[in-house]
């Protein structure tokens, strides 16, 4: 028998995209009773679980314990990590899609994009552990049931708002047996910003240009500035709320985005493809802390003024 | 013999597109011996004419007395009036298109967008009267030599840097027995950044949202602040540079802009058809200006970065 404690943990998934399905399956490789919420793609789930599509990990089917359309109808109890992998967009409350799984000795997990989306699911829940994940992947749903894992694969994480538990420990343990690198942070909220960063400047750039990619972004002159400008701008609003980003991380991701190949922002492929793009979370959010904080952000205002027209244009397009 | 003086002028219209044509029009119909240069068209031209539809001026067909490919084939002499309505784009020298039938008593009038556009043909023919004009005026090219007026029509002009000629009077004259009034202008330098505080903010922001119209733009309340700091920018750099803005300017241009229809600005429509925009002479001498005089402008350095990385695009897309 050695089976370790870590292999019976009792998972929910609440959001199985591409993100939730992922790392729900990587979970259930290794022995984790994984179940899922799926409202949109719940008969195909149900029937032939997730085709999951990985070069790096290999390919495999996983078929999830449970397959719910919502959390009241999850049986045996209550998780012991509750996964949030909602996409978090205006109108999602994301406290009631996972109360009633919500027990006494869950720890839930928020495995989204964004800052500042902690609080909301800490005070709903002042009593549980909570659990704040940056995901630093490429994964996309490349058709009912199908995930198709691109690269990387990375998680970060650490107790909201700040230390290292136990339950944490166990989920990076069991996370790395199943090939998934995590990087445990005393200041998950640091992280935070510091992926901010990066995504509140070139997602709504990458969409304002008519979906431009990285190349198209940093080439012009005035193009990097911006970006730099845009960056400071979410340095000091981050040091305004007690959360300093490290020096040269700026350099950082320009140099290294400007090596990568040119690619195309999650939110340039929401905008292309029709999809609700993550506004409100990753440059909404900073804007409205930079105003709370009284730090300038012209650019980012700018920014978030043009995608709140990009938002008005498309809402009126779709009637 | 009750024929004026000016109905005898000679005018010579360089840069025959929807503007050039049209206003060649409507000087021929009051006489004036109007010729064109027109590259792209000229066999049409040449065989057929301009066709001018215009609902409030009526229907014409405009036959220039010279239709050239060059203004160096111009015959007779010099034109009273060389009305210049290139559009000003990168890498064209107005001074050369024109210099060979620029005569020592010839008007050369820009009737073109953008601030900070009359320098360089000022320093190009510095013993010339020039007359900078602004045209307030919805008109489009809709097939070869096929111009159609759709609304307004008004000019405001004066001499460059300021004043107004006898030739501007008398050129406003034969504008209005045409059926176009002519305002004009002392100062017509801080009548160019008027426009701009308009052009410069709405043209580049309904392309960076894909295509919008005033009314996407102004409906989100981010949206109407910054057009509105975009604009105080504009209004602080013209005051740089000695010509402030009148007062209430900026509210007439919001709540004026709000009550029209609505409806999409030049450049949108010029993104959309394909065709060159232009954001240098409107966006980017803004910009150049500002900086020079070291004003702040993070929102107008913001929406030029963004149109530089546009026009990488497109450049890039075009091959």
Redesign the interface.
């Known amino acids: 028998m050695t089976q370790s404690m870590n292999t019976k943990s009792r998972v929910l998934v609440v959001g199985a995209g591409a993100i939730g399905s992922f790392y729900g399956a990587v979970l259930a490789s290794q022995g984790a009773e994984v179940s899922v919420v799926c409202r949109s793609e719940f008969d195909v789930v149900r029937d032939h679980g997730f085709a999951i599509e990985s070069d790096k990990l290999g390919n495999q089917v996983f078929r999830p314990t449970q397959v719910l359309r919502s959390a009241e109808d999850y049986q045996g109890g209550s998780p012991d990590y509750l996964i949030v992998s909602v996409k978090v967009v205006e109108g999602v409350d994301r406290a009631a899609l996972i109360r009633s799984a919500v027990g006494p000795d869950t720890a839930i997990v928020l495995i989204e994009n964004g800052v500042e989306i902690e609080a909301e699911i800490a005070e709903a829940f002042p009593e549980n552990e909570l659990i704040s994940a940056l995901a630093f992947i490429q994964v996309s749903r490349v058709g009912p049931g199908r995930v198709r894992h691109h690269a990387f694969g990375d998680l970060s994480f650490g107790n909201y708002p700040s230390g290292i538990s136990d339950r944490c420990r166990q989920l990076a343990n069991q996370l790395k047996d199943g090939g998934i690198k995590s990087m445990l942070s005393e200041n998950v909220v640091t992280a935070r910003w510091e992926k901010c960063a990066w995504n509140a400047v070139f997602n709504p750039?990458s969409v304002?240009?008519?979906v431009?990619d990285t190349d198209?972004?940093l080439?012009?002159p005035?193009?990097e500035?911006?970006v730099r400008?845009a960056m400071r701008e979410v340095g000091d609003i981050a040091a305004a709320t007690g959360h300093p980003l490290r020096d040269g991380l700026f350099d950082q991701y320009v140099d290294g985005t400007r090596k990568a190949p040119p690619y195309k922002t999650s939110m340039a492929l929401d905008y292309e493809n029709g999809r609700p793009m993550e506004i409100e979370v990753i440059l909404g959010n900073t804007v409205r802390a930079g105003r709370r904080e009284k730090v300038a952000i012209?650019?980012l205002?700018?920014?978030?003024?043009?995608m709140?027209?990009?938002?008005?244009?498309l809402k009126?397009e779709q009637g």
Chains 1, 2 share one sequence.
């Open positions: 750039i304002l240009g008519g431009l198209a972004i080439s012009p005035e193009g500035a911006l400008q012209p650019a205002e700018a920014l978030y003024a043009l709140k027209m990009v938002e008005f244009r009126k």
